[in-house]
């Protein structure tokens, strides 16, 4: 189990002014930043980030609104990271997150819910080494 997971604040809650609140909830639940930055994808880059989903039906979607915009992209830090970050952000549509998640709070719709979080520890390491190079976080 690491203690290490990756974040992104997608383009709708950057839009939306939602950035703020929802980095100071990340270190309100005890998480420390280990690396942060402001960027926008290029479609090509959201679409190798989220090549996993290459043949799902809502790629192109999902790959035009990741480029959309400016994101936050994040590598957080605190014991059992990555269950517990998907605990805290909530279900990928938010009308069927649980109360005070991020993106009941937050999100827009099941493709724009304002944040992403790592499903497993071995995806934390490889998207945060897709954003982050070793001067970019604390070690
Ligand atoms: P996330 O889990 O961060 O990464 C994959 C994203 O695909 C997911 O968030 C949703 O925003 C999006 N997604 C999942 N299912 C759908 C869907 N049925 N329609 C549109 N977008 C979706």
């Known amino acids: 189990m690491s203690n290490r997971t990756f974040t992104m604040i997608k383009p709708d809650a950057m839009k939306n002014g939602h950035a703020g609140v929802i980095i100071d909830r990340f270190i309100k639940e005890g998480?420390?930043?280990?690396?942060?930055?402001?960027?926008?994808?290029?479609?090509?880059?959201?679409?190798?980030?989220?090549?996993?989903h290459k043949e799902r039906p809502f790629y192109g979607e999902l790959v035009a609104f990741m480029s959309s915009g400016p994101i936050v992209a994040a590598i957080l830090e605190k014991e059992n990271a990555v269950a517990a970050f998907r605990e805290l952000i909530g279900a990928t549509d938010p009308a069927k997150a649980a109360e005070g998640t991020i993106r009941k709070l937050y999100a827009t719709s099941l493709g724009e819910n304002a944040v992403?979080?790592?499903?497993?520890?071995?995806?934390?390491?490889?998207?945060?080494?897709?954003?982050f190079s070793g001067l970019e976080r604390v070690h």
Do not use: C, M, P, R
Not at 31 to 52: H, P, R, W
Not at 120 to 126: G, H, M, Q, V
């Open 31 to 52: 998480y420390k930043i280990v690396a942060l930055k402001v960027t926008q994808l290029s479609a090509d880059k959201a679409g190798e980030f989220y090549a996993v």
């Open 116 to 131: 992403h979080g790592s499903d497993s520890d071995e995806n934390a390491k490889i998207e945060g080494d897709f954003f």
